[in-house]
């Protein structure tokens, strides 16, 4: 097994290894691997949807989409590029931040990748949290945030007012490492509880020109066969639309996870 530095700010490539070879006894030195580095590329795998399922499986229960699963998995999703037509993940956020519960990681494997392009990109939040000044971290501390998917439901012709949405503190810690971590989305959050949306207008903008800083980034650039899962309670991750039309079918999973602390 090979392992190489995704970018300075976040993620590992690890070549050599079989997926489907990682048992309940060599899986918590993978577990060290993923709270230390946050995003892991597998390169090379070839899974079927049960192999990738199985894999996910060690890190805890899978989420289940009742509307959105494939025939292949019940857990499993099938994200197809359908151009620019369904283009809703092209923001940075954390994966379905509008409730209460939220899914532990997501883990995507490229059946199908562009030429070039189509990147996913991930920022480190825990580093986002670490570069704001004592003061405000100190502010942010006392401060939850509302969270609500009324924008998405929009999208899909629901109705805004039966969304989901959810409270969660702006400064979340990590359930496993204890590391604190930015938690805020520009999509979802709308203000601080206990505030207005207009007091929260400005803070919340500095938090999310903040949060994106290049050096807290890394992209993951597509090869086949590249299997990778991202820490949803520390990093945003943002979906690059720039392939145009060019093939791009993945498998998507979710882990269960908990709600943020
Ligand atoms: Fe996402």
Redesign the pocket.
């Known amino acids: 097994m090979h392992i190489q530095r995704l970018a300075a700010p976040l993620g590992a490539v690890i070549e050599g290894l079989n997926v489907r070879e990682v048992t309940t006894q060599t899986w918590p030195d993978l577990n060290r691997l993923f709270n230390q580095y946050k995003v892991l590329v597998f390169r090379n795998q070839k899974l079927t949807p049960e192999d990738q399922a199985n894999f996910a499986s060690l890190w805890g229960p899978l989420v289940h989409h009742p509307y959105a699963s494939t025939k292949a998995h019940p857990a499993i999703m099938t994200l197809t590029n359908y151009g620019k037509k369904k283009d809703v ?1 092209q923001h940075w ?1 954390s ?1 379905m931040i509008y409730n209460p519960v939220l899914p532990k990681l ?1 883990m995507l494997y490229g059946l199908e990748v562009p030429s070039i392009g189509g990147n996913t990109a991930f920022s480190n939040q825990t580093l986002a949290w670490a570069e704001l000044s004592e003061g405000l971290r100190t502010t942010l501390r006392s401060l939850r945030a509302v969270h609500s998917a009324a924008g998405l439901a929009r999208i899909y012709g629901e109705d805004p007012k039966k969304a989901p949405f959810a409270k969660h503190p702006v400064m979340r810690t990590h359930a496993e490492t204890g590391e604190p971590a930015l938690f805020v989305c520009r999509e979802f959050t709308e203000r601080f509880v206990g505030w207005s949306k207009a007091e929260s207008a400005a803070l919340l903008e500095y938090l999310f020109q903040h949060r994106a800083r290049p050096e807290f980034q890394a992209r993951q650039q597509w090869r086949r066969g590249d299997l990778v899962m991202w820490d949803n309670r520390c990093l945003l ?1 943002f ?1 690059v639309h720039d392939h145009g039309d060019e093939p791009r079918v993945i498998h998507r999973l979710q882990v269960e996870g908990e709600t943020p602390q």
């Open positions: 993940n956020h994966d997501t991750h979906a």
